[in-house]
């Protein structure tokens, strides 16, 4: 039996709340591994703390902790947004299905990779308009059929008299960073402020 098991109920239930509050994204699958006890006692540990399931809790989150997007409408985005708030961060997270990957390899076809970090980064945008002016890119390695792919993007600066803002974006399986981006988006806001507020 493994060392962990061993523990005592209470020390273990600490362990676990402490994972789930650094990462609330993690997977009762990785929670095993992190553990070492099998997923029913997962299972059992989440349904006694009363901590819901992964997508229950991602779920939640999204209903109370972000702004609207304006830049385009919520289904354009590529992965479901858990976090934002405008002009500053966010979160999304994008699970690889079967017709996100090479039917061969299993492995995820870049551009939806790509996709997921470039709409997250025009949705941080508070502007009804924002495109991608340009994009500085890195895959730091292949994403498979069935990860889930966590990206978090941040805006880095704004210059309101160009109407740009750089935003830079991460995206993570697990605790591993598998894509990094570095984009400059248009947005109108500036432009119409030189104009005179058009």
């Known amino acids: 039996m493994p060392l962990i098991e061993r523990l005592p109920k209470k020390q273990r239930h600490q362990q676990l709340l402490k994972i789930i509050e650094?990462?609330?994204f993690v997977t009762d699958r990785e929670l095993t591994r992190e553990l070492k006890v099998s997923i029913q006692t997962i299972r059992l540990d989440r349904m006694e703390l009363g901590i819901p399931e992964l997508r229950e809790r991602m779920k939640q989150m999204a209903e109370h902790s972000y702004d609207q997007v304006r830049s385009l409408p919520l289904d354009e985005v590529v992965g479901e947004v858990v976090d934002l708030q405008l002009d500053k961060s966010g979160i999304s997270i994008f699970e690889i299905r079967e017709e996100h990957v090479f039917s061969r390899t299993h492995i995820?076809?870049?551009h939806y990779v790509f996709a997921q970090a470039n709409s997250l980064a025009v949705a941080l945008i508070n502007d009804e308009i924002a495109l991608t002016a340009s994009a500085d890119?890195?895959?730091l390695r292949q994403v498979h059929?069935?990860?889930k792919c966590i990206a978090k993007a941040y805006v880095r600066s704004m210059s309101g008299h160009k109407?740009?803002?750089k935003v830079e974006v991460f995206t993570y399986v697990g605790e591993e960073m598998v894509f990094q981006g570095n984009f400059v988006i248009y947005r109108s806001t500036g432009e119409e402020h030189i104009e005179g507020g058009m």
């Open 22 to 24: 650094e990462n609330p």
């Open 163 to 165: 109407g740009k803002a």
């Open 145 to 147: 059929l069935a990860e």
């Open 137 to 139: 890119i890195r895959f």
């Open 108 to 110: 995820a076809r870049g």
